[in-house]
């Protein structure tokens, strides 16, 4: 558990320290034009990287544990131990602290991600410290036989529970890579604007596309000329992209909007 613990620690650690570097890179201004669409994929890239990682190393703490178990548990000096974990739970919860402060004052996910990353940390050794408390109480009772298999299963039962945050973490990163809508609550949010635009200036139709990357939002709204629209010039139709932007305001994340007007639906679609 010792070994798990610390492997999770330090590969946060590591982790961590990448999504720093990345998260200063991305506030950089891209003088060079590397990143015509932005940088914001990047976001996504690097917290499905640290959630592949995790994941693996959990699956394979968890097969360690259970092949442990099998073959009849282990011995472990539970003092030394106890040590280890008042010193893992107070620094892993120190910088949990850290990153969550940062992750607000930023308000990158990535960093947020990390916090998480790091609150998990500091629950999993402060379980740690309950379990090796919970073996020296066992210790000096008729049940002292049961501590050799309790540090195997603290490792069985952590990796089944860590398991699910970053496998969720990486399946909704994996869907702003491929730049699957938004989620429904911004969707209909936007929906709702561009559709009493679309009835008020009388279009056709209009054709409404979100995508979340990152900490941005990609927006493209086309809409729909027919004979009835009351938008006639090229002023009025940059008031109604200025209209729609400020509307937006309070949806909390970057924007890239795209508005573009056309009397064919073909180039809308």
Same mark, same amino acid.
């Given at each position: ?5 610390? =492997? ?36 996504? +890239? ?6 592949? +990682?995790?994941?693996?190393?959990? $699956? ?25 974990? +008042? ?30 990353? #790091?609150? =998990? ?7 740690? &410290?309950?379990?090796? $408390? ?6 000096? !009772? ?12 603290? +490792? $069985? ?11 969720? !973490?990486?399946? %909704? ?12 609550? $911004? ?17 056709? @139709? ?15 709204? %086309? ?5 009835? !629209?009351? &938008? ?9 992209? @200025? ?12 924007? #890239? ?6 009397? %064919?639906?073909? #180039?809308?679609?």
């Amino acid at each position: 558990m010792i070994f798990f613990d610390g =492997m999770y620690s330090f590969v946060s650690l590591i982790l961590s320290a990448i999504s720093l570097y990345i998260s200063s890179y991305m506030n950089k201004k891209d003088s060079e034009g590397k990143f015509p669409f932005g940088k914001h994929i990047l976001e996504p +890239v690097v917290v499905a990287f640290k959630s592949l +990682v995790i994941a693996i190393m959990c $699956i394979y703490s968890l097969i360690g544990a259970v092949e442990n178990v099998i073959s009849g548990g282990n011995t472990v000096e539970y003092g030394v131990a106890l040590i280890y974990a +008042v010193i893992s739970t107070f620094g892993c919860a120190f910088i949990y602290n850290y990153m969550k402060n940062n992750g607000k004052r930023l308000s990158s996910e990535l960093i947020q991600a990390e916090s998480n990353q #790091w609150l =998990m940390d500091t629950i999993l050794s402060a379980g740690v &410290l309950i379990g090796f $408390i919970l073996a020296t109480i066992l210790a000096n !009772t008729s049940l002292a036989y049961i501590n050799k298999y309790i540090d195997p299963l603290m +490792v $069985i039962i952590s990796s089944i529970i860590f398991l699910r945050v970053p496998i969720k !973490t990486f399946r %909704d990163s994996f869907k702003e890579i491929l730049s699957l809508k938004a989620d429904d609550i $911004i969707n209909e949010d936007i929906n709702t604007l561009v559709k009493e635009i679309e009835k008020e200036y009388n279009f056709e @139709e209009s054709i409404t596309r979100v995508s979340k990357i990152g900490r941005a939002l990609r927006i493209e709204i %086309d809409f729909i000329y027919n004979d009835k !629209t009351q &938008l006639n010039n090229l002023d009025e139709m940059d008031y109604l992209r @200025e209209k729609l932007f400020k509307e937006m305001n309070h949806i909390k994340y970057k924007k #890239w909007l795209n508005i573009s007007f056309t009397g %064919d639906r073909k #180039w809308a679609i």
